[in-house]
């Protein structure tokens, strides 16, 4: 997933500036697949070395998001996918691509990302899933290089260079949360909130659960946020 270096400089959008996401003090393919990264095969451009043309975002309708990675060693036609948020901490700049995603609306999803936007890192298909840090997009959606790589576990027989069909953004590294954020706790959240009301009732982490790039409300991404000072239910 993640690449060697990227050397474009971050630039924080108006609309990501309403979160302070510093530590307090006090206290399936069309429907959805979830990213699959290879280590140490990635970079933030073409790796022929040609320039790559980014998409446009659309006009967003979100700008804190969701996205999911594998800590964990699987191999993959004998290619470890591991990525977790170490992973990308120990990346020149902190900073990688989010390649290898095959499914239309989390392409859709990081289509509309733009430069500020902050995601969760997501640790996914994992003996504990959960949210462990926060990172933030640094470039918007370009080529996705790796559907053209026959090598690449990501290789696409029916994307076209003329016609790309799969894109990625630039990640970069922030920190990690005060403490894991586990799914399971997450989810006790989501079920009382859909019962009385509540930031977390209609959560796409469980109501599109498979989805790898998910959007967030700022309700949810504060709440959640807000969750690494508090002790574990």
Same mark, same amino acid.
């Given at each position: 997933m993640a690449p060697k270096k990227s050397t474009r400089a971050s630039t924080r959008a108006a609309d990501s500036s309403t979160f302070d996401v510093t530590p307090k003090d006090d206290d399936s393919q069309e429907e959805v697949e979830v990213k699959k990264p290879i280590r140490g095969k990635r970079s933030a451009s073409d790796s022929s070395g040609k320039k790559t043309k980014s998409v446009p975002p659309s006009i967003p309708l979100f700008s804190h998001w969701l996205m999911k990675s594998e800590p964990e060693t699987r @191999?993959?036609? +004998? #290619? $470890? #996918?591991?990525? +977790?948020?170490? $992973? @990308?901490?120990? @990346?020149?700049?902190?900073? +990688?691509?989010? $390649?290898? #995603?095959?499914?239309?609306q989390a392409r859709n999803f990081m289509r509309d990302m733009r430069e500020g936007h902050v995601a969760f890192f997501y640790h996914s298909n994992c003996k504990e899933p959960g949210i462990a840090g926060v990172m933030e997009v640094v470039k918007v959606a370009y080529v996705d290089h790796t559907q053209f790589d026959k090598k690449d576990v990501h290789f696409d027989a029916s994307s076209k260079a003329d016609n790309p069909k799969w894109s990625m953004v630039d990640v970069r590294y922030q920190r990690m949360l005060q403490r894991f954020i586990p799914l399971s706790e997450l989810k006790k959240y989501h079920l009382k909130h859909r019962a009385t009301g509540g930031p977390l009732k209609s959560m796409a982490l469980f109501t599109s659960a498979r989805l790898s790039i998910q959007p967030l409300t700022p309700e949810e991404f504060q709440f959640v946020l807000d969750l690494e000072t508090k002790e574990p239910t």
């Open positions: @191999l993959e036609y +004998g #290619v $470890d #996918v591991k990525f +977790g948020i170490e $992973d @990308l901490k120990a @990346l020149p700049n902190q900073t +990688g691509c989010w $390649d290898g #995603v095959r499914n239309y």
